[in-house]
């Protein structure tokens, strides 16, 4: 690659006040300093992989890797050391080597991402590696003298090697899981659901699957009540001829009924029972037509209620609706809580809500989501023709079967190493641009 | 509203950081409207689950990543122009990028127009996405040459002493940018803990969110590694708006996740 005259300008600027990789005088020369370079890069690299590699006795260090140790130990001890790990390429090269894994990662969803790259061994060594370069610049940057942002830089890159840490920490310690409860089942959930709890049922026990016996927790959750506050809910009114409606985002219209003609406006008074409405829906200009039976309640999300005009008589029935109502959306709920150790209950109705956890003996409680169910015992009873879901969900509100809390339980010791970290980096930042010589100070022009 | 914020709040974080008026109204200009349009995309939904309801950390996670966005952006049209100084290649692939990227914003617009407009109805979000990196291709092919030829009416390829000016207002720009999407990650990595229990999940967006933030991390150290490095640092910047891109269009439909409550 060519470079113009201005590049070297730039450039020649930018030695100026940085004063970096133009060699002095009495530096070693490029070659001896390559090898130094090398030696630091390959047995700290040596150190991170085997123990993370999957060994036959997974646990135990490698003997290589006691040998990197003693080699790199007493290295620790001289500046040189930190000079060569801390290079600004080593950023550059686990920094891109990571990115490329993250993005293609990515790509093939998060589940896979999460157990082939973000996780796999070799990912995690690529940050172990990242990290420990990263610690070297802080410590070089502490004991770098004549540049005015090195505390700063010195705490912003110490800043994310403490994140990390706390992150390595939560990777081998945290717990994460739901409460143990009995089964619940609806129409929707097969099989049956665990970790719901019905207002005044009682837990205290952590369960990460439906079929994982469970620990022990050393609290117990009741829950003493437990509400879903909704949305207003829309509704349109639909009749053939009337043209769309707008509602939520999509459009409605009624064409008609279905015959073997086609399309008709007019149903026959025979077959009021078993026709078959035409409906448009179309949504960012692009519709579909669906052909929904008159005895059907559920339009996708959407409700759906037939009505036909009582007083109309003869062979066919021209003047009935179709009513469109959105979907059912929660705006909030809310569960209220009791814990008790030991049988005594040492917190009285605490609210747990969205983004409003519960701290408990190092556990935090929250609000994870919630359902309508029936037991096993009332399923397994329940008439056949009710496990649908539109009939069921009659059921529900008709024998007045109350929501359900599903509350998720995570313990997770390095969070506040993290937030210590986060706590550093935003400090750190904010000192960097303090000091930081301003462009005209910089270069002047 | 918020892109009228964030031009303000941008001309004075430069005005008082580089002391530079030169490309402040321009990239301001350019970028609002962009921002504008993209604004104009996301309705506003009525009925926002509650997780996503009035939290302090969701409000400032949204604008800090927004601002770190604006400034991606500005910083890579200001790389852009340094990189047409860097030798033959350089410029040759700077123009490029540069026409690239101006047709493919006006092949989504177009592409917008036509699909609201009722005239084309695209099969699915990802097929019209596709029309418009295509555009962005051959479109930027075609407008090349205009380009190359008013850059070069403009003297924007020779040399002036504004080069230094302009690299350092580069630099600059993608520290602040650097800064923005630190404290934009955090601020989401709280919320996500207060809403989800978790600090960080590996969702889609968090992750190209990460990866932008690699891009500009990548810039500022790669720009002391020689000179060779000091060279290519700014294409890092490129490489970190195409993070932002894929962000807003590719994540919400292409990948799905968490974050994507919005298609
Ligand atoms: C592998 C890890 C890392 C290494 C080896 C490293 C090394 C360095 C070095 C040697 C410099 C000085 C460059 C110069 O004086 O021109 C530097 C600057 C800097 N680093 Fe890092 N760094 C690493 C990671 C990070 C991380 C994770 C962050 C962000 C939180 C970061 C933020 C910065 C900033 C803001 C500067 C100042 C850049 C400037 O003034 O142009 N570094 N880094």
């Given at each position: 690659?060519?470079?113009s005259?201005?590049?070297?300008?730039?450039?020649?600027?930018?030695?100026?006040h940085y004063?970096q990789?133009?060699?002095?005088?009495n530096?070693?020369p490029?070659s001896?300093?390559?090898?130094?370079?090398?030696?630091?890069?390959l047995?700290?690299?040596r150190?991170?992989s085997?123990s993370?590699?999957?060994s036959?006795?997974?646990?135990?260090?490698?003997?290589f890797?006691l040998?990197?140790?003693?080699?790199?130990l007493?290295?620790?001890f001289f500046?040189?050391f930190?000079t060569?790990?801390?290079?600004p390429?080593?950023?550059?090269?686990?920094?891109s080597?990571?990115?490329v894994a993250?993005?293609?990662?990515?790509?093939?969803?998060?589940?896979?991402?999460i157990?082939?790259?973000y996780?796999?061994p070799?990912?995690?060594?690529i940050m172990?590696?990242?990290?420990?370069?990263?610690?070297?610049?802080?410590?070089?940057?502490?004991f770098k003298s004549?540049?005015?942002?090195?505390?700063a830089?010195?705490v912003?890159?110490?800043?994310f090697?403490?994140v990390?840490?706390?992150v390595?920490i939560d990777?081998?310690t945290?717990?994460r899981?739901?409460?143990?409860?009995s089964?619940k089942v609806s129409p929707d959930t097969?099989?049956?659901a665990?970790?719901y709890l019905?207002e005044?049922e009682?837990s205290?026990?952590?369960v990460v699957s439906?079929n994982?016996p469970?620990?022990e927790?050393p609290?117990?959750l009741?829950?003493?009540?437990?509400?879903?506050d909704?949305?207003e809910?829309d509704s349109?009114?639909?009749?053939v001829?009337?043209?769309?409606k707008?509602l939520?985002?999509?459009s409605?219209e009624?064409?008609?009924?279905?015959?073997?003609d086609g399309v008709e406006?007019?149903?026959p008074?025979?077959?009021?029972?078993?026709a078959?409405?035409?409906?448009?829906?179309?949504?960012?200009?692009?519709?579909?037509?669906?052909?929904v039976p008159?005895t059907?309640?559920?339009?996708?999300?959407?409700?759906?209620?037939?009505d036909?005009n009582p007083?109309?008589?003869?062979?066919?029935?021209?003047d009935?609706?179709?009513?469109?109502?959105e979907p059912?959306r929660?705006?909030?709920?809310?569960?209220?809580?009791n814990?008790i150790?030991?049988?005594?209950?040492?917190t009285?109705?605490?609210?747990?809500?969205?983004?409003q956890?519960l701290?408990?003996m190092g556990?935090?409680i929250y609000?994870?989501?919630?359902?309508r169910?029936?037991?096993?015992?009332?399923w397994?009873?329940m008439?056949?023709?009710?496990?649908s879901p539109g009939?069921f969900?009659?059921?529900?509100?008709?024998?007045?079967i109350?929501?359900?809390?599903f509350l998720m339980?995570a313990?997770?010791?390095?969070r506040?190493?993290?937030?210590a970290?986060?706590?550093l980096?935003?400090?750190?930042?904010i000192a960097?641009?303090a000091?930081?010589p301003?462009?005209a100070?910089?270069g002047?022009? | 509203m918020l892109?009228?914020n964030l031009?303000?709040?941008?001309?004075?974080?430069q005005t008082?950081?580089?002391?530079?008026?030169?490309?402040?109204?321009?990239s301001?200009f350019?970028?609002g409207?962009?921002?504008?349009?993209a604004?104009?995309f996301?309705t506003?939904e009525?009925?926002t689950?509650?997780?996503?309801?009035?939290?302090f950390?969701?409000?400032?996670?949204?604008f800090l990543c927004m601002?770190?966005?604006?400034?991606?952006?500005i910083?890579t049209?200001a790389?852009l122009?340094?990189?047409?100084r860097?030798?033959?290649?350089s410029?040759?692939?700077a123009?490029f990028?540069?026409?690239?990227l101006?047709a493919?914003?006006l092949?989504?617009?177009?592409?917008q127009?036509l699909?609201?407009?009722?005239i084309?109805?695209?099969e699915?979000v990802?097929e019209s996405g596709?029309?418009?990196?295509?555009?962005?291709?051959?479109g930027?092919?075609?407008?090349m040459?205009?380009f190359y030829?008013?850059f070069?009416?403009l003297?924007?390829y020779?040399?002036s002493s504004r080069?230094?000016?302009?690299?350092r207002f580069?630099?600059t720009?993608?520290?602040?940018g650097?800064?923005?999407i630190?404290?934009?990650i955090?601020?989401?990595?709280?919320?996500?803990?207060?809403?989800w229990?978790?600090?960080?999940?590996?969702?889609?967006?968090?992750?190209w969110?990460l990866l932008?933030?690699?891009?500009?991390l990548?810039?500022?150290?790669?720009?002391s590694c020689?000179?060779?490095?000091?060279?290519?640092?700014?294409?890092?910047?490129?490489?970190?708006?195409?993070t932002v891109?894929f962000?807003y269009?590719g994540v919400?439909?292409v990948l799905t996740?968490?974050?994507?409550y919005a298609?």
């Amino acid at each position: 690659m060519k470079h113009s005259p201005d590049s070297e300008v730039e450039y020649r600027r930018y030695n100026k006040h940085y004063g970096q990789p133009e060699r002095r005088k009495n530096q070693a020369p490029r070659s001896c300093s390559r090898k130094a370079d090398a030696f630091v890069h390959l047995s700290c690299f040596r150190v991170f992989s085997p123990s993370f590699g999957r060994s036959k006795n997974p646990g135990r260090p490698r003997l290589f890797t006691l040998v990197s140790l003693i080699f790199i130990l007493p290295q620790l001890f001289f500046p040189y050391f930190w000079t060569r790990l801390a290079r600004p390429s080593a950023a550059v090269v686990t920094g891109s080597l990571a990115a490329v894994a993250c993005a293609v990662g990515s790509l093939f969803g998060q589940d896979f991402a999460i157990a082939n790259v973000y996780t796999a061994p070799w990912f995690i060594v690529i940050m172990f590696y990242f990290n420990a370069a990263c610690f070297a610049a802080a410590v070089r940057f502490l004991f770098k003298s004549g540049k005015r942002t090195r505390l700063a830089l010195a705490v912003l890159h110490l800043s994310f090697v403490v994140v990390c840490v706390g992150v390595a920490i939560d990777g081998f310690t945290q717990v994460r899981g739901y409460f143990k409860t009995s089964l619940k089942v609806s129409p929707d959930t097969m099989p049956p659901a665990m970790g719901y709890l019905q207002e005044g049922e009682s837990s205290s026990e952590l369960v990460v699957s439906r079929n994982d016996p469970g620990t022990e927790l050393p609290f117990t959750l009741q829950l003493v009540s437990f509400t879903v506050d909704y949305f207003e809910r829309d509704s349109v009114t639909l009749r053939v001829g009337g043209g769309a409606k707008k509602l939520a985002g999509f459009s409605f219209e009624l064409k008609g009924i279905i015959t073997d003609d086609g399309v008709e406006p007019d149903i026959p008074t025979s077959s009021l029972e078993t026709a078959r409405l035409a409906v448009e829906v179309s949504r960012n200009g692009k519709g579909e037509l669906y052909y929904v039976p008159v005895t059907e309640t559920a339009l996708g999300e959407f409700d759906i209620a037939f009505d036909l005009n009582p007083d109309e008589e003869g062979d066919l029935v021209s003047d009935y609706t179709l009513t469109v109502t959105e979907p059912l959306r929660a705006s909030k709920y809310t569960s209220v809580v009791n814990i008790i150790v030991d049988g005594e209950t040492v917190t009285e109705g605490a609210k747990i809500e969205v983004n409003q956890p519960l701290n408990v003996m190092g556990y935090r409680i929250y609000q994870s989501g919630w359902g309508r169910f029936v037991t096993m015992e009332e399923w397994d009873t329940m008439p056949g023709n009710l496990r649908s879901p539109g009939l069921f969900a009659q059921y529900l509100e008709t024998n007045d079967i109350p929501p359900t809390s599903f509350l998720m339980i995570a313990r997770t010791p390095g969070r506040n190493v993290v937030y210590a970290g986060y706590l550093l980096m935003f400090l750190a930042l904010i000192a960097f641009f303090a000091v930081r010589p301003s462009s005209a100070q910089e270069g002047g022009r | 509203m918020l892109t009228a914020n964030l031009l303000v709040l941008w001309n004075l974080v430069q005005t008082l950081v580089h002391r530079m008026a030169f490309l402040g109204p321009l990239s301001g200009f350019v970028s609002g409207l962009l921002f504008a349009w993209a604004g104009s995309f996301g309705t506003v939904e009525k009925h926002t689950v509650p997780a996503l309801q009035n939290s302090f950390w969701l409000t400032s996670h949204v604008f800090l990543c927004m601002l770190a966005y604006v400034a991606v952006f500005i910083a890579t049209v200001a790389a852009l122009f340094l990189l047409m100084r860097r030798g033959q290649r350089s410029r040759m692939a700077a123009t490029f990028t540069f026409s690239a990227l101006a047709a493919g914003t006006l092949s989504v617009v177009v592409v917008q127009l036509l699909q609201f407009g009722g005239i084309v109805a695209f099969e699915s979000v990802s097929e019209s996405g596709m029309y418009s990196v295509a555009g962005a291709f051959v479109g930027g092919s075609l407008i090349m040459p205009l380009f190359y030829y008013g850059f070069s009416r403009l003297g924007l390829y020779g040399s002036s002493s504004r080069d230094t000016m302009l690299e350092r207002f580069v630099h600059t720009t993608a520290l602040i940018g650097l800064a923005l999407i630190t404290l934009g990650i955090i601020t989401g990595s709280v919320w996500g803990d207060l809403a989800w229990g978790r600090y960080w999940g590996w969702d889609p967006k968090e992750v190209w969110a990460l990866l932008t933030w690699f891009a500009l991390l990548i810039y500022i150290h790669l720009r002391s590694c020689g000179k060779r490095g000091f060279d290519l640092a700014p294409w890092a910047i490129v490489i970190g708006l195409i993070t932002v891109v894929f962000n807003y269009f590719g994540v919400n439909f292409v990948l799905t996740g968490l974050h994507t409550y919005a298609g």
